[in-house]
């Protein structure tokens, strides 16, 4: 079945460090591609999108790559600060028939940055 | 101006309560979701409603039954509350369309005991 996987965290970095989180997928067809965000006691955010094969989505600093040779979308900032600790969720949407909207979400990936 | 809005956002109730979770979103959107996130931040769509009628509903106990009165708001209403459902339910929406934006709502945080 179609689905997400992601690295696991914890996460821990230092203020500047690079980061890279890792997420694949499986799914049918050509999917939209996300991630997002939750802040601590928060709801979630769209951090970026990509919705077809090598497009760049970019934020905040933060950018992904629609990969279809290698059903990727790894995340990645050149220089974290305290401010990005949170959970990132990587997701996909199938963009067909009814289950347009139903994101399939990765189990989050849990970022600490260290001052 | 919040987008998407729920109320309440924390709820502690007891076992076999029934309770009711609204939504309302103000972005213009057709579509709107419940999603629920456990105790290990898991996050799983439970239904969805395009222009008010009932697009998905993922296997979800029939305690659980979602309303929508019109396009711009999507209740939840859970009876006979049970322990297994202490989750963060998040409200969401967006324009039914293939790569669309989903905005989601804060989340009401539900504590059953």
């Known amino acids: 079945g179609d689905s997400v996987t992601q690295m696991e965290g914890p996460v821990t970095l230092s203020e500047e460090a690079f980061l890279t989180i890792n997420c694949t997928y499986t799914?049918?067809?050509?999917?939209?591609l996300f991630w997002y965000v939750q802040y601590p006691g928060e709801g979630l955010q769209l951090l970026l999108k990509?919705?077809?094969?090598?497009d760049k989505g970019s934020n905040k600093g933060f950018e992904a790559t629609y990969r279809k040779e290698t059903t990727s979308f790894h995340l990645e900032k050149g220089s974290v600060q305290v401010s990005d600790s949170a959970v990132y969720f990587c997701?996909?949407?199938?963009?067909?028939?009814?289950?347009?909207?139903?994101?399939?979400f990765g189990k989050g990936t849990k970022l600490s940055v260290k001052p | 101006d919040t987008a998407v809005s729920q109320t309440p956002k924390y709820l502690v109730t007891q076992m076999g309560n029934d309770k009711s979770i609204k939504c309302e979103q103000n972005?213009?959107?057709?579509?709107m979701y419940w999603y629920k996130q456990d105790s290990k931040k898991f996050l799983k769509i439970m239904f969805s409603?395009?222009?008010?009628?009932l697009i998905i509903n993922e296997t979800v106990p029939n305690r659980f039954s979602p309303k929508s009165p019109d396009k711009a708001h999507l209740n939840l209403h859970i009876n006979s509350l049970e322990l297994g459902d202490s989750a963060v339910y998040f409200c969401?929406?967006?324009?039914w369309g293939a790569g669309n934006t989903i905005y989601f709502g804060e989340g009401s945080w539900l504590t059953v005991v």
């Open positions: 969401a929406s967006s324009q």
């Open positions: 799914a049918t067809g050509y999917p939209s």
């Open positions: 990509a919705t077809k094969a090598d």
């Open positions: 997701a996909l949407s199938l963009n067909y028939g009814g289950s347009q909207g139903n994101l399939i």
């Open positions: 972005l213009g959107h057709d579509t």
């Open positions: 409603y395009n222009n008010k009628e």
